[in-house]
């Protein structure tokens, strides 16, 4: 019996190497390599230098680090309501039964598919003051990616554009899994359909609106692709998210220690934040229909 155990055990865990591997690989040590160069110094080239707290200090007294983490906030505190907001609007029309509405869909989902460089420069020549789509439309001139007000909601945009069919499809799954004998027993107590919705769906959802609005943080914390492509963090720093100060850091400015500390200090503001989520959606929860 205890070689029974033994042998199930040890198979179990033989079946589940590949992915502690992938884990370790990919998720804990690049942990332990960003923690490591956060106490060193390093110029990419000559040796590595053990300098204790000395980034910390020299970053966390950075006002353009905290500008980038102010802009970052700000184009997140702009894009997650309204894709979430979008997303779900979105949802509600593809969850009904019609016809052609997988190949809705997989073209809702298109965006979010693909490489974020390649839509920031489709983005950037539908944005471009000469001869971009938009100001064809408009018959105008306007300078959508130069204009330091205009810059971020451009920006913004570009981002809900990508992300609203990602969001729609999680809203749309969580719709289908509502038992329909929820629904119809509101119809029958005279609910309208925004009552269904304010009342029944909504508050069914919010495992999923917990999810989404997770992942929204986070993705949009991330960006950084989109903005390279459309204002490379200009203008006058106006779109200079985190992810372009970490990039600059490391690389233009060789001083990858730094960038690990504001990867560590982006890492404990997104989670302060999924933190308060999770509390705020635990007691409004419910798992099962």
């Avoid at 802009?71 to 052609?100: K, N, W």
């Avoid at 204002?231 to 730094?258: C, I, L, N, Q």
Wanted: aromatic share 12%; hydrophobic share 55%.
């Amino acid at each position: 019996m205890r070689r029974t155990t033994v042998r199930r055990v040890a198979t179990s865990y033989a079946l589940l190497l590949p992915s502690l591997i992938g884990v370790g690989c990919f998720l804990l040590l690049p942990i332990v390599a960003v923690l490591w160069l956060s106490v060193h110094s390093w110029n990419l080239l000559g040796p590595i230098d053990f300098v204790g707290l000395r980034n910390w200090r020299a970053v966390l007294g950075d006002p353009q680090f905290g500008h980038s983490l102010l802009v970052t906030i700000t184009l997140t505190a702009i894009v997650v309501p309204i894709q979430t907001v979008l997303g779900f609007l979105v949802a509600t029309l593809l969850a009904r039964p019609m016809r052609g509405g997988t190949t809705l869909r997989v073209l809702y989902a298109l965006p979010w598919v693909c490489a974020p460089l390649a839509v920031g420069v489709v983005w950037q020549w539908i944005f471009a003051p000469t001869g971009g789509a938009l100001n064809a439309v408009l018959g105008q001139r306007i300078e959508w990616l130069t204009d330091p007000g205009l810059a971020q909601p451009a920006v913004a945009v570009v981002s809900v554009w990508s992300n609203v069919g990602y969001v729609a499809l999680f809203f749309v799954a969580g719709i289908r899994a509502i038992p329909q004998e929820i629904l119809d027993a509101g119809e029958l107590d005279g609910a309208t359909g925004w009552q269904r919705t304010r009342w029944l769906v909504l508050p069914l959802l919010r495992p999923t609106m917990l999810f989404v609005l997770a992942t929204g943080v986070l993705t949009t914390f991330q960006t950084f692709d989109t903005v390279y492509a459309l204002t490379k963090g200009g203008p006058d720093h106006r779109t200079d998210v985190v992810a372009m100060r970490m990039y600059s850091e490391a690389f233009d400015a060789a001083r990858p220690g730094r960038a690990a500390v504001m990867a560590l200090a982006v890492f404990a503001v997104v989670f302060v934040i999924t933190v308060a989520q999770h509390r705020y959606f635990r007691n409004r929860t419910s798992y099962e229909f």
